[in-house]
């Protein structure tokens, strides 16, 4: 059986990564969450001029060498309106943060370090050269590459697109995710279960995982345990979705009928097991350039197989970087009781906290199994218990986080 990581792996390999022919130009505005598409350069300096950082004077700091040097006050600089006259030596003049300092000006004063009698300014201390002073393109220079492709683009990056002229960004298309589950016993949240019945949640949490991704969704609902009706529902999401997950009907019973029907409408299979826990019975596959993946249909379990396979098969699907291309994983000491594995990776839902000592923690909490989607919600991280192996308490190990 293939470890998680050789899973992963395998699964990559097949996944086209978005390309040329999937980029749009979309509203700066509208960007947050989008996936930049081309390299970013800066068409400015930053700062364009040389910048005071404070309100008080500007002065040649050659004048001011001793301490209780008093200049005469020339004029004023304010954020938008330089001064236009000339600066001679022994005069100075106000600034404001943000203004341009004169060519002739090489250093700032803070206004609480000055004491001023009409036009004559008093300098309580020596200014010493580029004293509050930010200087030409000392933040970004003219054609400096500020982003780069795969880049997922934060509030802080629109606001780094805007000062180097970005709108419209090139980003890449979004995503549409078909989800569906399987299963003869489902019923939606609103309807009251009949005798045998659960209420289904897993497509709840794999669209809203999906829409975090910043994919679109398409809900294709429940659909029940039966060749046909299988095959239909499948072969019209793999129509409408740049990528399929469902959950349900992929183990060995007789009524897991998920993987034949992905075959009989030309899935090409790629692996169905991996060794870990919860979850084993994972199916990949590809029809074309689409990924299909069956989770298997305990809520921990799929919600496992998404954050370990899927998770980073979409980001590379969406075009995003190599560092979503990957699980995420942190290390924080366990501090629950001693845990073992079996001949499988575990994972073990758990909460993060941080101990006396300042490292981060990860504590223990009641996990009743692969079905128990109330710990895991209720979890930071899924611990993880290599395969074969066993974690005691003030081990660091390694976890996925969650949320
Ligand atoms: P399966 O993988 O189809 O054998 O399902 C394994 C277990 O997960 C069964 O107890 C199912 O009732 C349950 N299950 C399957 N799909 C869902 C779902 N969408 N939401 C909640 N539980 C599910
Ligand atoms: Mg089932």
């Known amino acids: 059986m293939l470890t998680p990581h050789e899973a992963l792996a395998q699964i990559l390999a097949r996944i086209p990564a978005a390309g040329p022919g999937d980029v749009e130009e979309v509203p700066l505005a509208d960007v947050a969450g989008r996936v930049l598409a081309r390299e970013a350069i800066s ?19 050659t004048d001011c060498v001793d301490a209780g040097t008093t200049l005469e006050c020339v004029g004023e600089s304010r954020a938008g309106v330089p001064f236009g006259g000339a600066v001679p030596p022994g005069t100075c003049i106000e600034i404001f943060t943000g203004a341009q300092l004169p060519p002739e000006c090489d250093a700032v004063e803070m206004v609480e370090r000055t004491t001023r009698a009409g036009s004559r300014v008093t300098f309580e201390r020596a200014v010493p050269g580029s004293q509050h002073v930010s200087h030409v393109g000392e933040i970004l220079a003219t054609g400096r590459a500020v982003l780069g492709p795969g880049h997922r683009l934060t509030p802080a990056d629109l606001s780094v697109l805007a000062s180097v002229g970005y709108d419209p960004v090139p980003v890449y298309r979004r995503l549409t995710v078909s989800v569906l589950t399987t299963g003869d016993e489902l019923v939606p949240a609103a309807a009251t279960p009949g005798t045998g019945q659960i209420r289904e949640g897993n497509t709840l949490y794999l669209a809203g995982a999906c829409g975090r991704l910043g994919c ?39 009524y897991d009928l998920v993987g034949a029907a992905f075959e009989r409408v030309g899935v090409e299979p790629i692996l169905h097991k991996v060794a870990i826990k919860p979850g084993k019975p994972i199916w990949f596959g590809m029809r074309g350039d689409r990924p299909v993946f069956g989770l298997p249909g305990n809520p921990v379990s799929s919600l496992l197989g998404f954050e370990v396979f899927v998770r980073p098969a979409l980001a590379r699907l969406a075009g995003a970087g190599a560092e979503e291309q990957t699980e995420r994983l942190g290390r924080a000491r366990w501090t629950g009781p001693e845990r073992r594995s079996s001949g499988r990776q575990h994972n073990l839902p758990a909460r993060l906290g941080t101990g006396a000592d300042g490292v981060l923690e990860l504590e223990a909490i009641p996990f009743r199994g692969s079905s128990d989607i109330v710990s895991a919600a209720r979890a930071d991280a899924l611990c993880v218990i290599p395969a074969d192996g066993s974690i005691r308490t003030g081990d660091l190990v390694d976890y996925r986080p969650l949320g």
């Not at 068409?43 to 700091?61: I, T």
């Not at 679109?216 to 345990?225: E, F, S, Y």
């Open 43 to 61: 068409d400015v300096d930053l700062p364009p001029f040389e910048k005071s950082m404070m309100d008080g004077f500007a002065v040649r700091s």
């Open 216 to 254: 679109d969704v398409r809900r294709a609902g429940i659909v029940p345990d039966e060749a046909s009706a299988l095959e239909a529902a499948f072969g019209e999401a793999l129509e409408q979705g740049d990528a399929l997950i469902t959950t349900g009907g992929v183990s060995v019973g007789k």
